[in-house]
T-cell receptor, first 113, second 113 residues
Framework: NAGVTQTPKFQVLKTGQSMTLQCAQD?????MYWYRQDPGMGLRLIYY???????DKGEVPNGYNVSRLNKREFSLRLESAAPSQTSVYFC???FGQGVDTIYFGEGSWLTVV | QKEVEQDPGPLSVPEGAIVSLNCTYS??????FMWYRQYSRKGPELLMY????GNKEDGRFTAQVDKSSKYISLFIRDSQPSDSATYLC?????????????FGAGTILRVKS
């Protein structure tokens, strides 16, 4: 039972470098999400995709782009990494939106130096 | 002011104690209230959720919602070392982010054997 799989688990970037966080789910879920988690801030929504072919901004979208490649995959791209983007990133998915249970991946630890 | 406030702890209790975890919120439009548990270096997992005011019990866990006070609680009876984790409250929001979860910062719980 893979659930939500994120790669890479750990990454160190230099300021200005770009990278893509990959996420895939095998639960046939329609909705997918990217969150970041910072100490004292909780989980904050970066972008979400309610269904294949659609993406929308969340609470903290600046500096990020996303692609819903197909129903299974939802990637998060940092075009020009900044130290403020040092965080733990979680991908998540759910069948619908609202109260449907959201399943989280195990997280990607990103450090920008 | 954050929409959801949660004391970050850490909260340290002896095994067998009753634990009370709490969140306050400001948005009266919240209707669904969730509790997530997050073990170290793992993604959050849904523990339970309630709709509107009232109590809900699941084994050793009881969730309580008081909408008049904008206050929610999670009680853990007969706490075990395996309950040691970060507990995040979450609420289903509306408005500019649509029906998206808004998370508290999380409370770190340590149960000592």
């Amino acid at each position: 039972n893979a659930g939500v799989t994120q790669t890479p688990k750990f990454q160190v970037l230099k300021t200005g470098q770009s990278m893509t966080l990959q996420c895939a789910q095998d639960m046939n879920h329609n909705s997918m999400y990217w969150y970041r988690q910072d100490p004292g801030m909780g989980l904050r929504l970066i972008y979400y995709s309610a269904s294949e072919g659609t993406t929308d901004k969340g609470e903290v979208p600046n500096g990020y782009n996303v692609s819903r490649l197909n129903k299974r995959e939802f990637s998060l791209r940092l075009e020009s990494a900044a130290p403020s983007q040092t965080s733990v990133y979680f991908c998540a998915s759910s069948f619908g939106q609202g109260v449907d249970t959201i399943y989280f991946g195990e997280g990607s630890w990103l450090t920008v130096v | 002011q954050k929409e959801v406030e949660q004391d970050p702890g850490p909260l340290s209790v002896p095994e067998g104690a009753i634990v009370s975890l709490n969140c306050t919120y400001s948005n009266s439009a919240f209707q669904y209230f969730m509790w997530y548990r997050q073990y170290s270096r793992k993604g959050p997992e849904l523990l339970m959720y309630t709709y509107s005011s009232g109590n809900k019990e699941d084994g050793r866990f009881t969730a309580q919602v008081d909408k008049s006070s904008k206050y929610i609680s999670l009680f853990i009876r007969d706490s075990q070392p395996s309950d040691s984790a970060t507990y995040l409250c979450a609420m289903l929001g509306s408005g500019e982010y649509g029906n998206k979860l808004v998370f508290g910062a999380g409370t770190i719980l340590r149960v000592k054997s």
